[in-house]
């Protein structure tokens, strides 16, 4: 077979993958149930270095009123924003969270993971019942070890402090509409803020899973009062299915177009590189 052959054989399940994930946003017969919602207002601008608010007031998960700054002043924070009732990527977070600071070989009590409800219709029940959830998690990945449960912190706060503290760690979100959802849903980004032991921005890492070198690298530089520097990668974006046209917003059809044609210039890249060792031999 031809390379030019090849490479139309290899090629066609890849742009089939690309055609499919077109043709999610419309039924066969006809347009798209309504038009494409518009994308959510949902960013990440990095402000290393930025001292939080410590008197900013917020309710824990017994319903007791405390300040921002009562988790400063021991070992190094890792603050996350997100909400209690989030049914996607928040707790993936908090799990991924969990793996890696007992990956890190650290002890228990060498950080204290902060998560903040940007919902402000949250209460301390939902904040109870997610703390739930993540200390069994915790305990089911001690496998009985006996090993003290790591420092899990969860609040929730009125609008205006929520939205103090994420002017000051630069996060945007949006409340999503979803008349089939009881709860309210949002639109943010996901990724777990480290800060030194006095509250100051000391490094963003992004996404849901975390490396544990990466992980321990930060909380001991936080640890030291030191500012790293900037996280190249993107956040995720943590935001729900649009259940009128049935499929995720245009970033996930970029992505799956993005990923067909890497996958197309790979594969290519593979055949010519054989045919070429085999015209050299």
């Known amino acids: 077979m031809s390379l030019r052959a090849r490479l139309v054989a290899l090629a066609t399940p890849c742009l089939a993958a690309a055609a499919a994930a077109q ?3 419309a039924p066969a017969d006809g347009p798209p149930v309504v038009p494409a919602p518009q994308q959510p207002i949902a960013a990440l601008s990095q402000r290393l270095g930025t001292a939080l608010p410590p008197a900013l007031p917020f309710v824990d998960s017994d319903g007791h009123e405390m300040r921002l700054g009562s988790s400063f002043g021991g070992p190094p924070v ?3 924003l997100g909400y209690h009732r989030c049914p996607q990527l928040c707790g993936l977070v908090a799990q991924g969270l969990l793996e890696s600071v007992r990956a890190t070989g650290l002890p228990p009590d060498a950080s204290r993971l902060v998560f903040v409800s940007i919902d402000p219709d949250e209460t301390p029940a939902d904040a109870a019942a997610r703390l739930k959830v993540d200390l069994d998690y915790a305990r089911f990945l001690d496998a ?3 090993a003290a449960p790591p ?3 969860l609040l929730t706060g009125s609008r205006a402090s929520i939205a103090a503290l ?6 945007e979100w949006q409340r999503t509409a979803d008349e089939a959802a009881p709860a309210a849903r949002f639109a943010h ?5 480290v800060l030194t032991p006095e509250g100051r921005v000391s490094r963003y890492l992004m996404g849901v899973r975390f490396e ?3 992980l321990r690298a930060a909380l001991v530089e936080a640890g030291e009062g030191r500012v790293g520097s900037l996280t190249e990668r993107v956040a995720l974006l943590c935001a729900h299915v649009d259940p009128h046209v049935g499929r995720h917003g245009a970033a996930a ?8 044609l890497t996958t197309l210039a790979g594969v290519a890249f593979i055949v010519w590189r054989r045919h070429r060792r085999k015209g050299m031999a």
């Open 189 to 193: 980004p996901s990724a777990a803020i």
């Open 144 to 146: 009985g070890a006996g």
């Open 212 to 214: 544990p070198a990466e």
């Open 151 to 153: 420092f899990l912190r």
């Open 166 to 171: 994420a002017r000051a760690v630069g996060v």
């Open 78 to 80: 890792v603050l996350v």
């Open 253 to 260: 059809l970029a992505g799956a177009r993005i990923a067909a």
């Open 23 to 25: 043709g999610a946003l």
